[in-house]
């Protein structure tokens, strides 16, 4: 049987030799056992050294690069996991105060605490209610990875009848619900599961793009951050943050969230479309240019190659 684990960023399931998080286009990249070097998803054999790959046993080792999402219309890159975002307003006068504050470092800018509720304490699960719970929870792991999610949700309530308790379970069906267009029972399952468990960065992560879909920026850009406090190695928490602050108008938090997410990995083509977008709308034109041509340079991605162009012909600076 094809071993699963949770994703890294977004805790739903993925199978061993998947290549990408079906939820939030995570990359994943293996390892192989004997000799370290990266495996080909999928591939019975490492290139390296030879070692035969067993994909259903324990997950190799496996680091988290950038998501890939497709790019929307518009001036800015849409955050992973998120529908179509509108244009971008006109902006918003920049508080030059604030931004200094902001760029002195992250702790300027409190993060919200992750409120937790004043409910008595779950009560105690039987172990078989438990083990029952198990059960429906793995049967709905093979219905979400094959994209079955009214049926992946009717196990995962099944789950949470044995055991209301576990905030993972929330989780998966608040991603179901939110692959079904269901943003307020995805809501609803992801405020649960951060009440069970206030330090689940991943559930932080997805009610954040929940509110990014329904344009409530601010309570985006809030859950992005409480995320981050959770998680501060994840780049595509600082990019979504940073799509969320351009949505605002805010193009210089947006500015430093894009150069974090680059900091922590620099091999998303797409950050560098979002802050050169970011650049452009406070008149940096020559930064801008650079980030758009970095871009174009790093993919063959005509999606990102013609959104570039596009860019910089509207800089004036040619292509």
């Not at 999928?42 to 030879?50: E, H, Q």
């Not at 994209?147 to 069906?173: C, M, N, W």
Request: glycine share 8%.
């Amino acid at each position: 049987m094809q071993q699963s684990f949770l994703c890294p960023r977004c805790s739903n399931v993925a199978f061993l030799g998947q290549r990408f998080c079906g939820f939030c286009d995570l990359v994943f990249l293996y390892s192989c056992v004997r000799c370290g070097s990266a495996l080909e998803p999928g591939s019975p054999y490492c290139g390296s050294c030879g070692t035969q790959v067993d994909w259903t046993a324990p997950a190799p080792q496996y680091s988290q690069p950038p998501a890939v999402a497709a790019a929307p219309p518009g001036n800015i890159e849409q955050p992973v996991n998120v529908g179509q975002p509108g244009s971008p307003p006109a902006g918003e006068p920049v508080n030059q105060a604030t931004v200094a504050e902001y760029q002195s470092g992250p702790e300027s800018f409190p993060v919200p605490t992750p409120l937790v509720s004043d409910q008595t304490p779950p009560p105690q699960v039987p172990a078989d209610h438990k083990a029952k719970a198990e059960a429906h929870q793995e049967r709905s792991f093979e219905l979400l990875k094959d994209g079955h999610y009214s049926l992946a949700i009717d196990e995962l309530t099944k789950a949470i009848q044995f055991d209301p308790t576990t905030a993972i379970v929330y989780l998966l069906r608040g991603g179901a619900f939110y692959k079904k267009g269901d943003l307020d029972l995805a809501m609803a399952d992801l405020n649960r599961a951060i009440e069970l468990d206030p330090y689940l960065s991943a559930a932080f992560y997805n009610r954040g793009s929940v509110y990014y879909y329904k344009k409530e920026f601010e309570c985006a850009i809030n859950d992005f951050s409480s995320s981050i406090a959770v998680d501060d190695t994840d780049p595509g928490a600082f990019h979504n943050r940073g799509c969320a602050y351009m949505m605002k108008g805010q193009h210089y938090q947006a500015i430093e969230d894009f150069s974090r997410s680059i900091m922590l990995d620099p091999r998303d083509p797409r950050v560098y479309c979002s802050r050169g977008s970011a650049y452009a709308q406070t008149g940096q034109s020559l930064k801008a240019a650079e980030d758009f041509r970095k871009a174009k340079s790093m993919t063959s991605d005509l999606a990102v190659i013609e959104k570039a162009d596009q860019a910089l012909k509207e800089l004036g600076q040619g292509l």
